[in-house]
C-alpha cells in the first residue's frame, strides 16, 4: 500500500492497524503496543487541529448532538486518566458505568433521556476512534493519543476540576492498571518529524500559515469554502503547493466556482474502503432516489447536482424498504453521522432525508459513476440503465 493510499484509507475507515515492527506510512504517527505491533494515523501539517478554523469563521462538520459528545469524552478521561502526571493516552479502562455516573455528576441530572444521549455519545465517540467500548469497559481511543503536548496542561487542569462521580454510587473506581493488557501498559508514540517541510520550508512564516490553514479548511470545513477567506486558496503559486499537500494523503482539490472543498483522488478510491454497510448503502439509495433521481426526471433539479431541497420522507423510505423499522433508523443515524444524508423540515412534516454535505466532495469521476449507478438502481430495465451497461462493457479492458 502506497502512503497516499494508506492515508486514504485512514481517512475513510479510521486509524490503520500495523504489524509487530512494522513502520508507520510518511506523515502518520505510530501508536505502539506492547507486542510491537500499533495503529497508524496521519499528522496534520505544523501541530495543527481543526480548531484552526475557528480563527477564519469556517464552520466545521457538525457533530450530532455535539455538547453531550464532548461532555462524555470528559467524563471518560477523568475515569480513564488516572495518572495526570503522564500522558492522557493509554491511559487505564474503565467501567462504562463509572463513566456515566461522571457523565451525570458534571451535567447534575440523572435521568433516561441524559442517559441515552450519553450512550448515543458513546457509540459516536467510539465510530470516531476517540474512545474504545467494549466488554463493558472504556478506553481512550488512538486519537486521544493526537492531542498535542502543549494541550495537555490545560487537560490536567479541566480534570482537577471535574467531578468524579454520583456520591454512594458503587464501582466508582476505574479497572486497576494491573489488570490492563502488556499492550496498554508497554503504549508508545512516535511522531514524525518535519511533516511537508519539504513543502512548507520555502514559505515565510505567513504564507506558511496560510497555506496550513487552507489545507485544514478544506479537508475538515462542513460545506466548500470560499476562496475569499482564505489567501492560499486564492493565490495560483501557495493552491499548487496545497495540491501537493493534498496529493501525498490520497486527496485532490475541488472547485465549485468560487468555494473549495476536498475528496478521494479517483485511483485511491478502489483501496479506501468504508464502514458504511450493506443496510446503509441501500437506505442512500432510496433516499438519492426519492431526492435527486424522481425531482431530476420531473425537470426540478439540474443534471450535475447531487443538493435537493427534495427531501425522502421518512413514510416513503418505510414503505420501500424491507427494513425493519429499527435497522431503517440505524441505518439512517449512521449516514447522517458520515455527512452521507441530512435531516431537514419539509413542509409541516418532520423526518425528511437528502443527501448530506459529503456530496459536496465528489469530483467528476466520482459524480459520473454515481449517476451511473443511481440510474442502474432506479430504472435498471430502462434503455438509459442498458447504454450505461453497454458503455462500461466497451471501456472494460479484456
Aim: hydrophobic content about 40%; glycine content about 8%.
Amino acid at each position: 500500500m502506497t502512503p497516499e493510499q494508506a492515508h486514504a484509507r485512514a481517512r475513510a475507515t479510521g486509524p490503520l492497524p500495523l504489524g509487530a515492527g512494522e513502520p508507520a506510512p510518511r506523515g502518520m504517527v505510530r501508536l505502539a503496543h506492547g507486542d510491537r505491533t500499533g495503529l497508524a494515523l496521519p499528522v496534520w501539517p505544523d501541530g495543527a487541529t481543526p480548531s484552526l478554523l475557528e480563527e477564519y469563521q469556517v464552520a466545521p462538520v457538525n457533530v450530532e448532538r455535539s455538547g453531550e459528545t464532548r461532555r462524555v469524552l470528559a467524563a471518560a478521561l477523568k475515569c480513564c486518566w488516572s495518572d495526570l502526571g503522564a500522558d492522557p493516552w493509554p491511559g487505564v479502562p474503565a467501567p462504562v458505568e463509572d463513566v456515566l455516573s461522571a457523565y451525570r455528576a458534571l451535567i447534575g441530572r440523572g435521568d433516561d433521556l441524559m442517559r441515552n444521549w450519553a450512550v448515543g455519545a458513546l457509540r459516536r465517540l467510539h465510530d470516531s476512534a476517540w474512545l474504545t467500548v467494549e466488554d463493558g469497559a472504556v478506553r481512550l481511543g488512538p486519537r486521544c493519543a493526537c492531542w498535542p503536548p502543549e494541550s495537555h496542561a490545560q487537560l490536567r487542569e479541566l480534570m482537577r476540576r471535574l467531578p468524579t462521580g454520583d456520591e454512594g454510587f458503587t464501582g466508582l473506581e476505574v479497572l486497576p492498571a494491573a489488570g490492563s493488557s502488556p499492550a496498554e501498559t508497554a503504549a508508545s508514540v512516535a511522531v514524525p518529524e518535519g511533516v511537508d517541510e519539504d513543502l512548507l520550508g520555502p514559505f515565510d512564516e505567513r504564507r506558511r500559515a496560510e497555506i496550513v490553514a487552507a489545507f485544514m479548511a478544506v479537508e475538515h470545513a462542513a460545506e466548500p469554502v470560499h476562496e475569499a477567506r482564505l489567501p492560499a486558496l486564492r493565490d495560483p503559486v501557495l493552491r499548487r503547493t496545497l495540491t501537493e499537500m493534498l496529493q501525498r494523503r490520497g486527496r485532490v482539490l475541488i472547485q465549485d466556482r468560487e468555494a473549495w472543498t476536498s475528496g478521494y483522488a479517483p485511483e485511491v478510491t478502489a483501496v479506501t474502503g468504508t464502514t458504511v454497510g450493506e443496510a446503509e448503502r441501500a437506505v442512500l439509495v432510496l433516499v438519492l432516489i426519492h431526492s435527486v433521481a424522481i425531482p431530476r426526471a420531473d425537470g426540478l433539479l439540474p443534471a450535475d447536482s447531487w443538493l435537493s431541497p427534495f427531501p425522502a420522507q421518512l413514510e416513503e423510505l418505510r414503505r420501500h424498504t424491507r427494513l425493519p423499522i429499527g435497522e431503517l433508523e440505524a441505518a439512517l443515524r449512521t449516514l447522517r453521522h458520515a455527512g452521507l444524508v441530512s435531516q431537514v423540515k419539509a413542509g409541516e412534516e418532520a423526518g425528511g432525508y437528502t443527501p448530506g454535505p459529503q456530496f459536496h466532495r465528489l469530483t467528476p469521476q466520482a459524480r459520473r459513476g454515481l449517476q451511473e449507478e443511481l440510474i442502474l438502481a432506479a430504472g435498471p430495465h430502462t434503455p438509459l440503465a442498458a447504454a450505461v451497461r453497454a458503455n462500461r462493457r466497451s471501456t472494460t479492458p479484456s
